[in-house]
């Protein structure tokens, strides 16, 4: 069964920095993509990135380059969503996703992560 | 890179159909057969529901289904039903190698 698991939920001070993750089992984790999707409170989803696990290669939305990193282990199947200086606008659901050229066909339980002083 | 358009809501009661439009631009709908759909209920991770305009994946009613016109891309759902309540979004690669989403369409069941 393919599943993806993430991290907990986080409370973050403004300015900290935050790592989050997602393991993928039940599949090859380096013959997918892994996306990662954000839903601010009461909006929509936006799509942020995707690492190709197998040769880390990523790319991201304009929205989001340069604020955020995504990265991979594939040697314990797990990718991650970091930043290196939180703001009160990165309060959000984060969600992880296997990719590949159909769509999200798999995702994780979501990571709500918050920021506030 | 702006949001695919889709009108915020849309309802409909049991039983009948409905239709939700995605607008987009020739850099992503209109250039690309890439065009998945979600559905998201509040509180649960999305669900893949259309893949490649109008492919559905294993285990997704029938009663869904896609389609594509030019620049626009469309979810149509029948026999509507209470479980059907949710919100969907669709989304796009582009010519920018990234993938987009629309804004989201609350679906009321009357």
């Known amino acids: 069964e393919v599943q993806l698991v993430q991290s907990g939920a986080e409370v973050k001070k403004p300015g900290e920095s935050l790592r989050i993750s997602c393991k993928g089992s039940?599949?090859?984790?380096?013959?997918?993509?892994i996306s990662w999707v954000r839903q601010m409170p009461g909006k929509g989803l936006e799509w942020m990135g995707r690492?190709?696990?197998?040769?880390?290669?990523?790319n991201y939305s304009p929205s989001f380059e340069g604020h955020v990193t995504i990265s991979a282990d594939k040697s314990i199947s797990t990718a991650y969503l970091q930043w290196n200086s939180l703001k009160a606008s990165d309060t959000a659901m984060y969600y992880c996703?296997?990719?590949?050229?159909?769509?999200?066909?798999?995702w994780g339980q979501g990571t709500l992560v918050t920021i506030s002083s | 890179q702006s949001a695919l358009t889709q009108p915020a809501s849309v309802s409909g009661s049991p039983g009948q159909s409905i239709t939700i439009s995605c607008t987009g631009t020739?850099?992503?709908?209109?250039?690309?057969?890439?065009v998945s759909w979600y559905q998201h209920h509040p509180g649960k991770a999305p669900k893949l529901m259309i893949y490649?305009?109008?492919n559905r994946p294993s285990g997704v009613s029938n009663r869904f289904s896609g389609s594509k016109s030019g620049n626009t891309a469309s979810l149509t759902i029948s026999g509507l039903q209470a479980e059907d309540e949710a919100d969907y979004y669709c989304?796009?690669?582009?010519?920018?190698?990234?993938?987009?989403f629309g804004g989201g369409t609350k679906l009321t069941v009357l």
């Open positions: 996703a296997r990719a590949d050229w159909i769509g999200l066909d798999y």
């Open positions: 039940g599949y090859k984790f380096t013959s997918y993509w």
């Open positions: 690492i190709d696990p197998g040769d880390s290669y990523t």
């Open positions: 020739r850099s992503d709908v209109g250039g690309y057969n890439y």
């Open positions: 490649d305009v109008s």
């Open positions: 989304s796009s690669y582009t010519t920018s190698s990234t993938w987009v």
